[in-house]
């Protein structure tokens, strides 16, 4: 079965900072990953995706992902934090293996703080 | 724009009044999906429908039903609320089976057990 493990379940960084956000992965199957931000009180929205295309994966609002197959990661990252970055963010894989609809499986999540 | 779109945002029910959330989408996808977020936490899939073929989740108390009329509407019905199912419920869709296709979320309903 898949899963995914996110490691730090808060972040703070200072605006204008570096932004990394851990994800590991665990499959029995070639991942597709994916990484979803969500703002208070509203949906989830797509970052980006990996879906064995590339490795490295640019995806909205600066942020882009590299996929590492060596060491199980997926790890988000930002070079410039903006204050409008903060929210909560979800790494996530396919549960493709055992569905045959694809369905999500999410992290527990990563609260990016900004910093003025 | 094509989109996924829940009604309401935000609802109030009363400890085991029957509630039902409404999703809708423009996107013609074959897969509905229902997530429940408690506070805090990870969304965790109740149940998906591929087209009509409904699939619960393992996990998913009896309390939670759903229906699909037509591809464009899916519904969550809570049939006795209780204090610990208030939650954010998000309605996603994707376009087909398989795995490398993403899920697009609507904005999710917060519902408030009192």
């Known amino acids: 079965a898949q899963s995914v493990t996110q490691l730090g379940s808060h972040v703070s960084v200072s605006e204008g900072a570096l932004v990394l956000l851990r994800c590991n992965y665990s499959?029995?199957?070639?991942?597709?990953l994916f990484w979803y931000v969500q703002y208070p009180n509203q949906g989830l929205q797509l970052l980006l995706k990996y879906t064995s295309a590339a490795t490295l994966v640019k995806g909205i609002n600066g942020f882009e992902a590299e996929f590492k197959k060596s060491e199980t990661s997926f790890h988000l990252t930002k070079p410039s934090a903006h204050m409008s970055d903060a929210a909560e963010y979800f790494c996530a894989v396919s549960d493709y293996g055992s569905s045959n609809t694809g369905k999500l499986i999410f992290g527990q999540g990563t609260t990016l703080q900004v910093k003025p | 724009d094509a989109m996924v779109i829940q009604n309401p945002r935000y609802q109030v029910t009363q400890f085991g009044k029957p509630v039902t959330l409404s999703c809708s989408q423009t996107?013609?996808?074959?897969?509905m999906y229902w997530y429940q977020q408690k506070s805090s936490q990870a969304p965790k899939l109740l149940f998906h429908y591929y087209d009509k073929d409904f699939n619960n989740e393992a996990d998913t108390p009896d309390n939670f039903q759903s229906r699909r009329p037509n591809t464009s509407f899916c519904f969550l019905d809570i049939r006795s609320p209780g204090l610990g199912d208030a939650a954010m419920y998000l309605c996603?869709?994707?376009?087909?089976?398989?795995?490398?296709?993403?899920?697009?979320f609507g904005q999710g309903t917060r519902l408030t057990v009192v």
């Open positions: 996603a869709t994707s376009v087909q089976q398989g795995g490398n296709t993403e899920a697009f």
């Open positions: 996107l013609n996808h074959n897969v």
């Open positions: 499959s029995s199957v070639p991942p597709y």
